[in-house]
């Protein structure tokens, strides 16, 4: 029994569900996403609710019924609300800036790395040490924002890097200071 699999979807007002030809197309108020998912599961709107079934009981039958599930419950929350990541930007004399439709970075190199914005993501900067990435695909939005991360990542040492809000850095110690000799 899939529990994940089995959860109802509700869909909110505003929201559509199509189901054509093997592609799951949710519309709202932010926009339209589209999936792909396998026949061996089926998708049913009943009313406001939408439910899958699965054709059988093997694992990768099962794995399926909970990913599809998970993948459209995860677009109609992004036509609706939408999802963002924030990244926190830690290192001295390190700080970014919103110009135009790209964010510059200036981390720590000998020159300002830029960073623009693609088709369905935005980029938002609250403050200098911040970078908040928003889209309604939790996919692009989570892919973009390693991309990002992925420019100077966080290390140990001082904690220097750039890391999501809610990431905890395990600090390592340094060198000792003096020593036989």
């Not at 979807?9 to 108020?29: L, Q």
């Not at 709107?45 to 694992?59: I, M, P, Q, W």
Request: hydrophobic letters at 35%.
């Amino acid at each position: 029994m899939s529990r994940i699999g089995n959860a109802l979807i509700n869909i909110p007002a505003g929201v559509t569900v199509d189901i054509k030809d093997g592609v799951i197309t949710v519309k709202g108020p932010k926009g339209t996403l589209s999936q792909k998912y396998d026949t061996i599961i089926t998708p049913v709107v009943e009313g406001s609710v939408l439910k899958f079934t699965r054709a059988n009981d093997l694992g990768e039958t099962k794995a399926k019924h909970g990913l599809y599930r998970a993948l459209t419950a995860n677009m109609v929350k992004g036509v609706t609300e939408g999802f963002q990541k924030t990244l926190i930007v830690n290192g001295v004399g390190w700080k970014v800036a919103k110009q135009g439709n790209k964010v510059v970075l200036n981390v720590g190199f000998s020159h300002p790395v830029e960073v623009a914005e693609i088709e369905g993501i935005s980029l938002d900067c609250p403050s200098v040490t911040e970078i908040v990435v928003k889209g309604i695909d939790k996919e692009k939005v989570g892919q973009f924002s390693a991309m990002i991360r992925g420019i100077r990542e966080p290390e140990p040492y001082h904690g220097y890097g750039i890391r999501y809000n809610d990431e905890v850095i395990e600090r390592k110690v340094g060198k000792a200071a003096g020593g036989k000799g």
